[in-house]
RNA sequence: UGCCCGAUGGUGUAACGGUAGCACAACAGACUCUGAAUCUGUUUGUCAUGGUUCAAAUCCAUGUCGGGCAACCA
């Protein structure tokens, strides 16, 4: 019942610059069918703001009736891995689930491009799979996986012999040096008009690797002094003898980023080709490479948005691949990380990421969301689906002198406030128990209402108790308070109406249950920590800390798919760390703290 | 330096020539067997200067500031 993939009542769809120019080409029948894509780069663990490209990439396809095609963008082997392929797909599918899986665009395993010809011109199309559930995909005979920039390379090299057979594209033998000179100063190549056999010739022994790595490399033939440094006649194959993780060694060219990716968008049928704004400068290259092929079919266009920045972390692939080299967190899914895998793991619901994404709106500028947002989005759902229980983190002793000490009472908790149907459970109350230290103050601040020498506070579902006596250690340190209970007023009791102005939680000693808590904190000390410098620097040294927890002994049974408040602290989720007598819990983020605020003016 | 893009409270966004609204945050109060949640209320904004117009956050010009691109990366 509070699965974390449940759907809660879907927002209103949400409006922004780009879904506003879906929905005109809706309602003008633009296209037979909406058509996104969300092509990540296999060469790191996605983050937050792939998330965020997600949301919009599926969102939209969702909301127009469309589909999404999950794209591998592998055309460059030597910075690529299966294992980003296998944690790619993962991290989509546990963001979408129960929301979008329907509209994912997949492929059937092997298949390659149909060809056909159109209006008398030659013509590649890719047509997705769709409507499938996770489930589904995997009691399936038929093998469906995400598509592959990789899998249209035959295409792709066509293509440019396409372009080269136009005199739109030509084999360039300068040094990588010699080239950046070139384009800088907007000279032209002295290859640039190379004849077409020729090209030919070149480009196909390039092919068949009879040149080294960097020797020679294929350039479209645009405008070599465009003000646009993209349009000066940019490169569009360089040879690579590199083994690809999908296609191995069958080829020693790839095609250059701009190049594969119109191409892959029109092979696929895209109609709507989002991505961030660093890609804006290469837009009308991306027009000229569709519009000189001659193609039948309308062509996808592209649209750019501004990428997510948050406060207290960064986001750079580079970044975060140097976090998890240089063990300064445990690994990509790491609760610490801003990556879908860590935030996953810190027990972070999809609803609530999906939630955040549709907060913070699709735009063109850059800004800095602040993590508040995010924080909020997580309470937000937590708050209606966490079942709660009581634990104590740093705890005191209590003994309660009028209570017998053979005996044990079975208190009624209510699993979630907000969610009636969520039902209850028992917990066991006796005469020692564990409370939060934090929860005693021998010389408690100006409006301290919990427990204090003489005072009374409320235990959550039980007695109120009254601190008689303070045992301290030889060094002053308080070990164990002596209270006593007014019998009468248990939770349902003759007295209970009777109003303290603190509750609290507890635990009975005998009865509870060791866990390991993982505390976790922002990773950063400052909101901008890539700001300047050495971003490391900037590490949060207390951003994880790990302590024994005294919980109900129901918290024995604790699933990985639940969610649970530990009442007045934090949300926290089992970590897969845990085993059967050994929990794990990893603090997903705190309750909102006003008294910590208050004694802090104090 | 060249080219491109952007600028609305503390933060993120809406308003598409006609009442500057929403969310988060902050603050105050109510309620509370979670100092949570919930409820009520409050504070704070159109980068600047000109122009067009009955009317400008919105259109135009100039400037300022910020971001991006100038990899045989994506």
């Known amino acids: 019942m509070s699965n974390p993939n449940d759907i809660p009542p879907a927002p209103a769809a949400p409006s922004d610059f780009i879904r506003d120019i879906v929905a005109a080409h809706v309602s003008e029948h633009r296209y037979p069918r909406i058509h996104t894509r969300f092509p990540p780069e296999p060469n790191g663990y996605l983050h937050i703001g792939h998330a965020k490209s997600i949301c919009l990439n599926f969102g939209i396809a969702r909301e127009f009736g469309g589909i999404c095609n999950l794209r591998m963008d592998d055309t460059n082997p030597t910075k690529e891995d299966i294992e980003y392929v296998e944690s790619i797909q993962a991290d989509v599918n546990w963001l979408i689930s129960g929301w979008a899986e329907d509209r994912l665009g997949l492929k059937q395993h092997s298949k390659v491009p149909e060809e ?11 047509p997705p799979v769709f409507g499938t559930s996770e489930a589904e995909r995997k009691h399936s005979d038929v093998k469906l996986e995400p598509f592959y920039a990789s899998d249209y390379f035959d295409q792709i090299y066509e293509c440019a012999v396409t372009l080269i057979r136009k005199g739109k594209a030509f084999v360039c033998d300068m040094t990588p040096d010699q080239t950046d000179e070139y384009r800088r100063l907007g000279k032209a190549s002295p290859f640039r008009d190379r004849g077409v056999e020729e090209n030919l010739d070149l480009f196909t022994r390039m092919k068949n690797g009879e040149f080294s790595d960097g020797a020679r490399v294929l350039r479209a033939k645009i405008i070599v002094d465009a003000p646009n440094i993209w349009l000066r006649d940019p490169l569009i194959y360089r040879i690579k003898h590199a083994d690809h993780h999908q296609t191995g060694g069958k080829w020693c060219i790839y095609p250059m980023y701009d190049f594969a990716h119109c191409i892959s968008d029109y092979i696929e049928g895209i109609t709507h080709s989002i991505c961030t704004l660093e890609f804006e400068v290469h837009r009308p290259l991306y027009d000229w490479i569709l519009e000189g092929l001659d193609l039948p079919r309308p062509l996808p266009h592209q649209y750019e948005f501004a990428r997510l920045s948050l406060g207290y972390t960064v986001m750079s692939k580079r970044k975060l691949m140097q976090l998890v080299q240089e063990k300064l967190v445990t690994g990509w899914d790491d609760p610490r990380m801003p990556t879908i895998s860590g935030i996953r793991r810190r027990g972070v619901t999809p609803v609530a990421l999906r939630n955040f994404a549709y907060n913070i709106g699709i735009t063109k500028y850059n800004g800095i969301t602040d993590v508040s947002v995010l924080e909020f989005a997580m309470r937000e759902d937590l708050n209606k689906r966490a079942l709660r229980r009581l634990a104590v983190l740093r705890p005191i002793k209590v003994v ?18 907000e969610n009636p149907v969520s039902g209850g459970r028992k917990i066991p ?20 209402f919990r427990l204090k020498p003489g005072g009374e506070v409320r235990l959550k579902y039980a007695y109120i108790i009254k601190c008689e006596a303070v045992i301290k250690d030889a060094a002053g340190h308080v070990t164990e308070l002596r209270c006593t209970a007014d019998l009468d007023s248990k939770t349902g009791g ?92 990893n603090r997903t983020i705190t309750l909102k703290d006003a008294w910590a605020k208050e004694a802090q003016k104090i």
């Open 494 to 585: 003759a007295t209970s109406a009777r109003k303290v102005k603190g509750t609290i939680h507890w635990v009975s000693a005998a009865h509870a249950v060791d866990a390991e808590v993982r505390l976790y904190d922002r990773l950063f000390t400052v909101p901008e920590p890539d700001a300047g410098g050495d971003f490391k620097q900037h590490l949060n040294p207390h951003s994880l800390e790990v302590i024994t927890a005294k919980c109900e002994p129901s918290l024995k049974d604790a699933s990985p798919d639940e969610r649970y408040q530990f009442e007045r602290l934090a949300y926290f989720a089992l970590d897969y760390d845990s085993k059967p007598g050994k929990l794990v819990f």
């Open 116 to 126: 056909k010809t159109a209006e008398g011109k030659k013509d590649f199309f890719m």
């Open 429 to 448: 109350f006796s005469r020692e128990l564990f409370i939060e230290r934090d929860d005693f103050q021998e010389v408690p601040p100006p409006k301290f």
């Open 400 to 417: 309660i002198t009028n209570y017998p000490g053979d005996k044990v009472e079975e208190l009624n908790a209510v699993n979630n406030p």
